[in-house]
């Protein structure tokens, strides 16, 4: 049976939807995303675009109902008037204003289409989501979408997440009138869509008012009984930070001096402010001290007496690459050992020396920094104390502090448990736990208070977000926060999506009435409670794994998820952070969510790369099954008109034929595909890195006969599928240039458009008989892909006439090319505090990185064979490097030329893309008397040598190199010149030496 195909199979506005949930990203206050950190949560643009466009059929289409043209047309008439023209984007008013010209306009079938897209894509906005014109609007399509479709009258159409997360997809399905049913394997992010779907739609105002109630009590009370620890200073200013290093015993010989673990010394580093430490060594006290340095006018001086001068100032700490280096004798001590001292101090929280307070005071601007004085540190061992009392003196059936152990299958993402964390209990100070215990406590009393309440579920609701406010608090109250200078303030551990070690941290105050104090928190919360209030509708969160639902066969209308992408986000390790303090104050309340000491992680489909310490059997292959397992799920509830969506993102192929494999194997028919770009502007992952900004929606239809069995009669020709695939991607990548999809993200979005081609057969045959597995048809995919990059690449000129060298090279920076739209900018973490000794693992060492298989991929592609192209592309375990050009000289210059080519350093953005994260010295290489001996091989040789010498100042070599040898004769010289001048990324060397030979060209006659 046909069914009309829903507006998402056939159009879609992705760049105007993608740039709202670019902008989206921003949005700090009242966004659902604040509530409380769940991590890769998809932005509520792009959801609430997708949702649409997948309950609403296209009226184009022959079989769309009458009863939704008609009201569709009504609908959009209604936006035609001038009133609400205002509230549309200029983009789409022009259509709306032609309308009210001309009331027929959308009697036009394909004009229709065109006004509820444009529609979708103004309702995309933030701005928009609770105007009531758009509301209602939506929400009256939906319904007659529902009941032309055959919808009972009255009921709505179903949405089902079954790896809901954070809660986006469920709570845009409820905003556009849908129910939404959702569902995760992980208690937080159930309570979270409990709050979301549950408890703002049925206790609405009534639940802001009582948690602005509450949470003001245990504010007080919390200050009340809190204060002692938390002491003003004598004049009155408020300390917002504590800072303080972990610390080590030198094992130099005969030193033993204390030895603060710092990474950097800089306190503030502001445009107009600048404040550092100094270390004063005391080798004959056998510790370190510290001095306060500010940047004045004519220099440094010393905070406490500006007379004093500070000559030659210095900002490293004392640690570098996990080890530590003595300021008393010099000595330093290894990793391994500095490792042993921590864990014997259980992390070394407790241990640590407090180096800075940072205060505020009311009627004067910034922060101000002190040494600590006697009294900051009494109060720390009062509390120490009083926490040991409350211990004692605990009787719950767990205990007060978390003493769940870290799951150490973990540890790829928290590694800060090789440093002897091992219960979540030690991520904290003991200063820390009394206030987060004390906040526990408290969340429970008001449980007691008003279980009694005349709404029912009331109580329960209030206290929930009560709770989650505190496990947010934790976020931002734990000895892995870090102080970032350059925004004088303390960086929450989640900011990351993993549990590094840090070796300093900032140990914010609870009651500063600052960010990060329990009314702060709450107070933002309550900006998403009553933001969110005209959210209604029925909707329902649940736990359980996507692989076994209760719901009924048959009973939903969209199946729209976004399942864990392979091994980017290990929910389940990390959650466990949140976990321990939820089942704290909320244990009572959801006595089966919260009845296993952690986070189940058996069920969790990810992939958990290996590690020595890890007996994780999550490999690729569970991941497949698994997946595979939970869209069969998900088509089983699916009704058989139902729409499957499938989000994802990754830039492994391996990942992308796992996903593709479990949704075809499950039955799923692919669609239709649309990327949606997400990233904002000014991310970029890792330097040199393909990257990716889009996140591929896949759109799927069931494929079963009437009794809900896979339809397996359907056979498709081998020969017939390979004539398609090449068209299909012809077609398709000049629209995804359009949208600003390019590189890595645009080589991604062809595989929707290709599996369209494949998964139409319920098999493909050979003419053999033979059945053509996946894995065949995808090699197949990624040469189609390739093949047509390249014909955009070198527009106008034929890429087979370029062997395969420059072919690989081209196709290669282009894979790495991000959209305009994106920028190219990275953000430098100058003070990115993390574990150097785990980072400095990372530290690559230049080159265009992309991950092997993909290069292998793309290499076959082009008929290339990567191990033949050793002075072009450097392997090293999962990842293929294409070598820097100066890299190239010896090669391309014999041994002469690699050795009169010398290098020296140089600060500055140039190599930026072509060097390891870690290292930020640049290099620029010269290239001393270098004599062209012999013209290189290949195209590519020929022009890499000019660059060279264009590098090395070498005028006359390079013209001798182009007009005499006749380098320059080429056609094909320039044509691969130009086009790599267009592929280089900007402000490289490479770039501006391909376009200095360029510029020559004219001059010489070319
Ligand atoms: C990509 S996230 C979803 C994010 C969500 N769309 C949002 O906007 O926040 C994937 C989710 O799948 C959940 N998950 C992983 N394995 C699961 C399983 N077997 N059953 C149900 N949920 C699972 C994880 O806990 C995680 O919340």
């Not at 930020?920 to 040789?941: I, M, N, P, R, Y």
């Amino acid at each position: 049976m046909s069914y009309p195909k829903r507006l998402i199979e056939v159009d879609l506005p992705i760049k105007r939807i993608s740039a709202h949930a670019r902008r989206e990203k921003s949005i700090r206050h009242g966004h659902i995303s604040t509530l409380h950190i769940w991590w890769a949560r998809r932005p509520l643009a792009a959801c609430r675009a997708v949702i649409c466009a997948a309950l609403w059929p296209d009226p184009a289409d022959p079989d769309c109902p009458a009863a939704f043209r008609k009201r569709a047309a009504s609908e959009m008439q209604r936006w035609a008037t001038h009133d609400r023209q205002s509230l549309l984007s200029e983009e789409s008013r022009s259509r709306f204003e032609k309308a009210r010209k001309r009331p027929e306009l959308f009697k036009d079938a394909e004009e229709l289409r065109s006004a509820l897209l444009d529609f979708i894509a103004d309702f995309a906005n933030w701005d928009n989501s609770t105007v009531k014109e758009y509301l209602d609007t939506s929400r009256a399509l939906t319904q007659a979408a529902h009941e032309a479709l055959g919808g009972t009258p009255g009921t709505r159409p179903l949405v089902v997440d079954p790896f809901a997360g954070g809660g986006s997809i469920p709570l845009e399905a409820l905003r556009v009138g849908a129910d939404a049913f959702a569902s995760d394997l992980n208690p937080v992010p159930v309570l979270l869509n409990k709050v979301v779907l549950e408890y703002i739609p049925k206790h609405g105002q009534r639940l802001a008012d009582e948690v602005r109630k509450w949470g003001e009590w245990i504010k007080q009370e919390a200050e009340t009984e809190l204060a002692e620890f938390y002491p003003k200073d004598p004049d009155g200013a408020t300390p917002i930070a504590y800072l303080w290093a972990r610390t080590i015993q030198c094992e130099g010989p005969g030193c033993g001096a204390e030895v603060p673990l710092i990474r950097s010394l800089w306190l503030a580093k502001k445009s107009n402010r600048s404040v550092a430490l100094q270390l004063v060594p005391r080798p004959r006290a056998k510790r370190v001290d510290f001095q306060i340095i500010t940047k004045q006018r004519g220099g440094w001086v010393n905070q406490n007496d500006p007379n004093e001068k500070v000559a030659d100032p210095k900002f490293d700490g004392t640690v570098k690459r996990g080890s530590a280096t003595c300021p008393c004798c010099g000595y330093t001590t290894p990793v391994a050992r500095l490792r042993e001292q921590i864990k014997s101090q259980r992390g070394g929280a407790n241990h640590a020396c407090m180096f800075c307070v940072v205060t505020t005071k009311a009627g004067e601007q910034g922060r101000a920094f002190r040494s600590p004085v006697e009294r900051d540190l009494k109060v720390v061992q009062k509390s120490r104390q009083e926490l040991q009392r409350r211990r004692k003196a605990h009787s719950g059936k767990i205990s007060l502090v978390p003493d769940e152990q870290v799951d150490i299958r973990g540890v790829r993402h928290t590694w800060a448990m090789i440093y002897g964390l091992n219960s979540w209990g030690d991520y904290f100070t003991d200063r820390q736990l009394l206030a987060l215990t004390t906040l526990t406590r408290l969340v429970e009393e008001v449980a007691i208070k008003t279980a009694k309440g005349h709404e029912v579920g009331l109580g329960v609701a209030t206290q929930t977000i009560l709770a989650l406010g505190v496990s947010r608090i934790a976020d931002i109250a734990n000895s892995l926060c870090t102080w970032k200078p350059s925004m004088t303030q303390a960086i929450h551990l989640f900011a990351r999506q993993a549990v590094p070690m840090t070796w300093d941290f900032a140990e914010t105050s609870l009651l500063s009435d600052a960010a990060g104090d329990y009314g702060t928190t709450i107070g933002n919360m309550l900006r998403i409670l009553e933001g969110e209030l005209a959210v209604g509708g029925n909707g329902k969160a649940e736990q359980s794994s996507a692989c076994e639902h209760r719901l009924p066969d048959d009973s939903v209308d969209l199946f729209l998820t976004d399942p864990p992408y392979y091994d980017a986000v290990p929910y389940a390790y990390l959650a466990d952070f949140f976990y321990v303090w939820l089942r704290r104050s909320l244990g009572r309340s959801y006595a089966e969510l919260f009845a296993a000491p952690a986070v189940p992680k058996d069920a969790e489909i990810v992939v958990d790369r290996p590690h020595e310490l890890s007996n994780s059997t999550h490999d690729i292959a569970f991941y497949e099954r698994e997946l595979t397992r939970a869209f069969a799920e998900g088509r089983r509830v699916a009704k058989p008109e139902a729409l499957g969506t499938i989000v994802f993102a990754s830039k492994t192929t391996a990942s992308w034929e796992a996903i593709l494999k479990a949704v075809v194997d499950a039955g799923w028919i692919i669609t239709g595909s649309w990327p949606i770009d997400t990233e904002m502007e000014t991310r970029v992952s890792a330097q040199g890195q393909a990257r990716l900004a889009s996140s591929v929606h896949l759109v799927c239809r069931p494929r079963e006969n009437p009794d809900g069995s896979v339809r397996t009669d359907e056979v498709g020709d081998w020969r017939d599928v390979l004539t398609e695939l090449p068209r299909r991607i012809h077609d398709w990548m000049p629209r995804l240039a359009d949208e600003g999809v390019v590189g890595a993200d645009a080589i991604f979005a062809c595989l929707g458009p290709a599996l369209e081609v494949f998964s139409r057969y319920s098999r493909v045959e050979k003419a053999s008989g033979e059945t053509v597995p996946l894995g065949e048809y995808l090699v197949q995919v990624w040469a189609a892909v390739a093949k047509e990059a390249l014909t955009m690449i070198f527009t106008g000129a034929d890429a087979t006439g370029f062997e395969e060298d420059a072919r690989l090279t081209a196709m290669w920076l282009w894979t790495l090319k991000t959209g305009d739209a994106n920028g190219a900018d990275r953000e430098v973490g100058e003070e990115d505090h993390g574990d150097e000794e785990e980072n400095g693992k990372k530290g690559g060492s230049g080159g265009l990185a992309l991950e092997f298989d993909a290069a292998r991929k793309i290499a076959q592609g082009l008929g290339a064979h990567l191990e033949d192209l050793g002075t072009l592309v450097e392997v090293a375990g999962e990842t293929a490097r294409l070598l820097p050009v100066a890299d190239r000289a010896q090669s391309l210059f014999g041994k002469d030329g690699g050795k009169a080519a010398s290098v020296h350093k140089k600060r500055g953005p140039q190599m930026e893309l072509f060097k390891g994260a870690q290292d930020s010295d640049q290099t620029e290489a010269t290239f001393g008397d270098t004599k062209v001996e012999k013209a290189g091989a290949t195209v590519l040789d020929r022009v890499h040598q000019s660059m060279i010498l264009f590098a090395a100042g070498r005028t006359e070599a390079l013209k001798r190199f182009l007009v005499e040898d006749a380098a320059g004769n080429d056609t094909r010289f320039w044509t691969l010149a130009q086009a790599l001048s267009a592929l280089y990324p900007a402000s490289t060397d490479e770039k501006r030496w391909v376009d200095g030979v360029l510029a020559r060209k004219k001059g010489l006659g070319f």
